[in-house]
């Protein structure tokens, strides 16, 4: 009991000591001098002191974080014609220079210069650009785009003469809207400038507008340099003296034949005997066994043979005529023309099939030639003559 006594009494003096601004301790029990104290009496003091004790540690923690964050009293200052601008927590400031005032400067006024008004020797003053004060002396050479002009702000009025040349205008910016009625004449386009390439296709151009008259270049009366009555034209015209044409070709090949007759043939064999086409009925024929006539082919180079045909007499029954394109390596292809056995009849005209033999001013050298070879001496088998059919490109 004494132990408890002691110990409660060390509480009532922590407790009574607390500064007034502590949080108010309540005790919930009371004992009197040589009265029993009972158990939870005495737990419920001390849990009452407990809880205040606690917050009175709150209070005390949220004292001393403000006094430790506090604003301190104002010390410092600033020099005439400066302000406060800023206070630090200790009480010191940072200052700036007035914006406003009489201050400490050693300005004594304010003069308009070139191109400006306004101005002052006391107060507030202003400068502005007085009208006209901006001129090309006073903007930067190449400093002004077409964003610092406004629309249709610069006229005629407002360019020199001659200021603008081509140089100042971009290549194929000016269009017809640009360029004021009757404003181009001959004065403004240089001599022979124009070409087809600036007339349009549309345009119409009466004859009075066109000159040609000396550097023109151009001669109504004559084409480079020759009188048109030097001229033939293509139709109902006569000339004299003769006409040297260098080369000429067709537009396309033109078909033309030549027939070689059978007097231009010769036979192979010397010794073979036969009757030559030039007496008689104009048949050449043999009078005696078999055998070939060679004759040459009279036609140009650059050609191409296309057919062959034998003009043959065979009113036999066992003999045959036959004529055929040959090289000296064989004949032609499909250039063979042959009667058959047993034809009646007399004279008929017998086909090869179609040729298509070209002959060119090198081929010509393999040795194109006709060979016609009749099978038996017969006076009813001879021929008369042979054709050939050819294509070319020139006359």
């Known amino acids: 009991m004494v132990l408890f006594k002691i110990v409660f009494g060390i509480v009532m003096i922590i407790v009574l000591s607390t500064p007034s601004w502590a ?40 004292v001393e974080t403000t006094v430790t964050s506090k604003q301190n009293r104002v010390a410092g200052t600033c020099d005439a014609g400066q302000s406060i601008r800023v206070i630090n927590a200790d009480g010191s400031v940072v200052c700036e220079v007035d914006d406003s005032g009489t201050g400490s400067g050693d300005i004594e006024s304010v003069t308009a210069g ?27 050479d190449n400093s002004i785009t077409a964003t610092d002009i406004a629309a249709d702000g610069v006229g005629a009025s407002e360019i020199a003469a001659g200021a603008v040349g081509s140089s100042e205008i971009a290549d194929n910016s000016i269009t017809a809207a640009d360029i004021g009625s009757s404003a181009v004449g001959s004065s403004e386009i240089t001599d022979y400038s124009i070409s087809n390439s600036d007339i349009s296709t549309s345009a119409a151009i009466s004859a009075s507008k066109i000159s040609d008259g000396p550097g023109s270049g151009l001669d109504a009366d004559t084409l480079d ?56 009925n104009g048949m050449t024929s043999l009078t005696s066994g078999t ?13 191409t043979i296309t057919g062959l045909e034998l003009r043959i007499w065979d009113d036999t029954t066992t003999g045959y005529g036959r004529a055929s394109i040959r090289t000296a390596t064989g004949d032609v ?3 063979t023309a042959e009667s058959t056995a047993a034809e009646t009849g007399g004279v008929k005209t017998i ?15 393999d040795y194109y030639y006709i060979r016609v070879y009749l099978s038996e001496a017969n006076p009813n088998l001879g021929f008369y003559s042979v054709k050939i059919t050819y294509q070319t490109n020139t006359p």
């Not at 407990?50 to 709150?58: R, S």
């Not at 055998?291 to 050609?303: E, M, R």
């Not at 086909?351 to 050298?365: C, L, M, Q, R, V």
């Open 23 to 62: 949080g108010d301790l309540n005790i919930p029990n009371e004992f009197t001098a040589g009265e029993a104290a009972v158990a939870a009496e005495v737990n419920a003091n001390f849990e009452a002191v407990e809880t205040e004790v606690t917050d009175n540690h709150t209070r005390l923690t949220s």
């Open 114 to 140: 070139t191109g400006l008004t306004g101005g002052g020797e006391s107060g507030s003053v202003t400068l502005d650009i007085a009208t006209g004060g901006v001129g090309s002396t006073q903007i930067t």
């Open 225 to 280: 340099g020759i009188n048109s009555g030097s001229f033939v034209r293509d139709t109902g015209d006569t000339m004299t003296g003769g006409l040297t044409v260098p080369f000429v070709t067709y537009s396309s090949p033109v078909t033309k034949s030549v027939v070689i007759p059978a007097p231009a043939f010769v036979p192979y064999d010397e010794t073979v005997a036969y009757t030559k086409g030039i007496t008689g």
């Open 291 to 303: 055998g070939y006539f060679l004759a040459g082919i009279p036609i140009p180079t650059d050609v």
């Open 333 to 335: 292809a499909n250039s």
């Open 351 to 365: 086909a090869s099939g179609t040729i298509d033999e070209y002959i060119s001013d090198t081929n010509i050298w």
